[in-house]
């Protein structure tokens, strides 16, 4: 996530500085961003001059000396409240007593993150998504300490870097990841009854997103998760349970439509859109499942041919294979 970001701000043309714990992980940090660069040259985005003129300003360092005249200073570290207190209690020592300094958790309660900073009201979370260098929105979220001049800071930032900025409170997973925690739930409740992760994942595209939920959280990083599946439980909060599902022997079906597909999705629309859904659905257990054998069959009118008012034809069929979770996961 902290590449995404230091690419974003070198796309907005802002001077950078990224300070690592070694230099291991610091020539790292730099070969990632040559490397998002590189990848925009190879795909015509931008040009070799403009992609070493933005790496250009960008700085490595081990030593958070070099944060002593930065205006902004952004803590990308993984989702530890320890680690990032650590690494705020080594920033608040190091840089200005006007510097605004901003947290990118995804989970993690910043009041608790801002807890024996010095100036708090300077603090506030700005929560990418990723890719940072892509993904447009921005959650900015204030503690109860924040300053109008910080908070303002957030907004202009956004719009620097042409993100669309959207004021969060403080909760679990604040906007953006409460409402992916919902879908990645039942997702996971798909794996365990049977179907696969690139099963999921190709509905999910299909459907319209531009990425399946167990892609984004490859891309992500699945320690988010792991670490809100725990802080739920430290609350007393209901966590999606493998065990249960599995106990309640739930079966789903997972269905794909293989031939001929309606090229348009409206009648009245005149673009041609190339179309190949996934359809997802559940239904009773029964004496074939956990055979996992495939069948075919013939259903009455589908979502797609509602959708588009073209029938398919009857030579179409929905390959559908069942399973049934069995034992404890």
Not at 10 to 27: F, K, Q, S, Y
């Amino acid at each position: 996530m902290g590449t995404g970001i230091a690419a974003a701000l070198c796309n907005a043309g802002l001077p950078l500085v990224i300070v690592e714990r070694d230099e291991a992980a610091m020539e790292g940090a730099l070969a990632r961003l040559r490397a998002i660069f590189d990848g925009a040259v190879k795909r015509r985005r931008i040009s070799a001059g403009l992609a070493a003129e933005r790496l250009a300003r960008v700085t490595g360092a081990t030593d958070y000396a070099v944060l002593a005249e930065a205006d902004l200073i952004i803590e990308a570290v993984f989702e530890d409240l320890d680690v990032k207190r650590d690494v705020f209690r080594n920033v608040g020592a190091a840089c200005r007593h006007d510097a605004v300094l901003a947290t990118n958790t995804s989970y993690l309660d910043p009041e608790r993150i801002a807890d024996g900073i010095a100036s708090p009201e300077r603090f506030l979370g700005l929560h990418f998504f990723s890719p940072a260098q892509v993904m447009k929105l921005l959650e900015i979220v204030p503690t109860g300490a924040t300053a109008p001049e910080a908070l303002a800071t957030g907004f202009a930032l956004a719009r620097m870097l042409n993100k669309i900025p959207v004021r969060a409170g403080i909760s679990d997973g604040f906007i953006g990841n409460r409402i992916l925690k919902v879908m990645r739930s039942q997702a996971e409740r798909l794996l365990v009854t049977g179907a696969t992760p690139s099963a999921v994942d190709a509905a999910m595209r299909a459907f319209g997103l531009p990425m399946g939920p167990f892609e984004a959280q490859d891309l992500g990083g699945l320690d988010i998760a792991a670490f809100q599946r725990r802080a739920a439980r430290a609350r007393g909060l209901p966590v999606f349970s493998a065990r249960r599902v599995a106990a309640a022997g739930t079966t789903t079906c997972l269905a794909t439509a293989h031939r001929c597909l309606p090229r348009q999705l409206h009648a009245s629309s005149r673009r041609r859109h190339r179309v190949g859904r996934a359809l997802i659905g559940t239904r009773r257990p029964s004496s074939t499942a956990f055979s996992g054998r495939w069948s075919t069959r013939r259903r009455g009118s589908s979502r797609m041919e509602r959708l588009s008012g073209h029938p398919i034809s009857t030579s179409s069929r929905f390959m559908a294979m069942a399973f049934r979770a069995g034992g404890a996961v």
